[in-house]
């Protein structure tokens, strides 16, 4: 007896000494998340510290890199519904709660590190949650299940594990499993309750439907007001939609002057809230007299949309007053004016791949495998009856594709690509296909990607950062011509071709925008996404500008400004916003203004949404740079790649496949 004695009170010693270990390891926790900032800080200087250990080039060097970032991977969901009417015309259901519910369900939600920003559509969320119970024992979450819900823990006590170990236990108030209603990914733990619980559950597609439906209201509201407007109201649906993106939203208190008499204008106005009064001088000696009260629905200015030079009358805010301005350049684009074509695509002239329509699988041989992907291989490919011509051929694999559900994926990536003719977008110059395959022969970038380059090299210069954003903002500006989006601009996708030259490359996101000009798509690389992506609000071309700055703070830097140790501490890093990044002072304070104008919070707000590139181009970062001569390809470029090398392999393989044959079926067979 004695010994069961002893074992039993070793047994307690070893309970209290895991207790104790589980209460170190919340602790530590807490301790990890604090310091994610400073690890955020600390990642450039470390990136830089290893270029200056390693040499650049040398095995141990990129095995050094290697071991310190690896290249981001995109994300990409679809949403579940677009049908907009369906959006409008059913809200999700709303389940009814008690009030203390409906408190903790709320705070639960403001306390998130992200959910905290999704704004008014919050008390929504809190709607829509409907309640689950768990009995002791039960598994809530299994390890290796596919998630789509979130929960918020009301009474009642939860462990979490993995492969058997406990982590930690979740206590009543909790929010958790919130990265599925971002996307859907492979839990890595259980979730467990230790005692009966009750849960408020809320969907991944119930939280898409929410904030889709929401962006809808705002658009089609404001589309309804502009067609108030007798200016606008001739003009079709598309053009309202623009117009609605380029409105600035402005706030003026009672007695505010919104149009000065005498004072020159270039803005039209658009009350949505309030009254303001029209002031009339009839003359200089005679004080200003009120003609008119407008209110919500009418406007004013429209004469300086026109060009009238200065003011007739003045308008002054009576109370609390919002109005929507738009500015004469924004107008005249929808309105019958051009812009002297600064903002049309530029045209492509003929190049080598003009003569590649006749060219077959059987006719080119390889070189050597560059890259690997999850459903595709790439290699480095020469014509056979011309080894000097240089290409690069995509495989993908069918059966993976097809299983991976990603078929209209790479349909679009392949009429995208056929389409583009930008000399700063790789082209995409013919496809095949085989009973297992299809293959993208594309243009040969030799000189690398930006990213290795940044790996290797450290942080570029001012004036190197400047002709690579040339370049991705020349290849932007045909795009969004055409109301294409990209959605993962970053340094791993711009390449160098043999001259020096940056392409835009990886369009597996891309997409042609339709309706609304949005787009509620999941998608992009983490760091990168801006915050309507995330929080699901609707995206348009403005999300790659945004995308633009980040792109040119990681250059400068050596890493980007939002970091974190998983993709939701990197989501509300983002939501913080950029006024919350301490920029090193290696970035200039032109540069900084640049990269915080692409990146406002509010779409409307970013450089570029007003005239495009055109508006970009003007922002003093870019004052005494030659932009023609980088569009003429006269610029001498920072680097000059050495890509003679692929042209030497001594031993080549033949590229084999089954009886290859022409692209015409090429989206039909898989």
Known sequence: MGTLRDLQFALQLKIEELRQRDALIDELELELDAKDDLIRRLQGELDRLRVTLSCPGSATGQHRASSVR???????????????????????????KSQESQRVIETALRENEWLKYVGRELSDLVDCVYLTTVAQGARLIREGDEASQSFILEEGKLEVSRAGQKLHIIEAGTLFGELALLYNYTCTSTVTALVSSKLWVLERQVFERIMQRSSVLRITQC??????????????????????????????????YIVRHGVPG???????????????????????????VLSRGDSFGDRALKGEVSRSLSIVATGDVTCLALNRESALRFIGATENGNNEPKARTADEGDGLCRVSLSDVQVLCHVGEGRYSHTQVVHLKNDTSRVFVLKVINKHALVSSGNRARVLTEKQILMDARCPFIVRLYC?????????????ACLGGDLWTLLRERGPFDESAVRFYTTC??????????????HRDLKPENVLLDQKGYAKLA????????????RTWSFCGSAAYQAPEIILHKGHGVMADLWALGIFVYELLNGSPPFSGSDQLKICAAVLKGIDAVEFPEAISNPAADFIKQLCRENPTERLGQRNGVRDIQ??????????????KGSHTPPILPHVQGVLDFSSSEDQTGSSPVDDSDWDKDF
Not at 75 to 91: A, K, M, R, Y
Not at 236 to 252: A, F, N
Not at 622 to 631: I, K, L, M, P, T
């Open 223 to 256: 589309v309804d007001v502009l067609r108030s407007v007798p200016l606008l109201c001739a003009l079709p649906e598309d053009d309202l939609i623009k117009i609605s993106d380029v409105l600035q939203e402005c706030h003026y208190r009672d007695r505010d």
């Open 70 to 96: 690896v290249k981001r991977r995109s994300v990409l969901t679809e949403p579940t519904n677009l049908d907009l009417n369906l959006i409008l015309q059913n809200p999700p259901m709303s389940h009814s």
């Open 618 to 631: 003007g922002h003093k970062w870019f004052e005494g740079f030659d932009w023609d001569a980088v569009c």
């Open 506 to 517: 990886g369009f597996s996101s891309a997409k042609q925008l339709a309706s609304l000009q």
């Open 266 to 292: 270039d803005t039209f106005f658009i009350v949505t809230s309030g009254q303001v009064e029209v002031l009339e001088r009839r003359s200089v000696s005679e004080d200003s007299v009120c003609v008119s």
């Open 431 to 443: 496809t095949f296909r085989d009973a297992k395959c299809l293959y993208m022969l594309k243009e």
């Open 472 to 485: 991705v903002l020349e290849a932007l500006r045909f795009l969004h011509g055409q109301g294409i989006i």
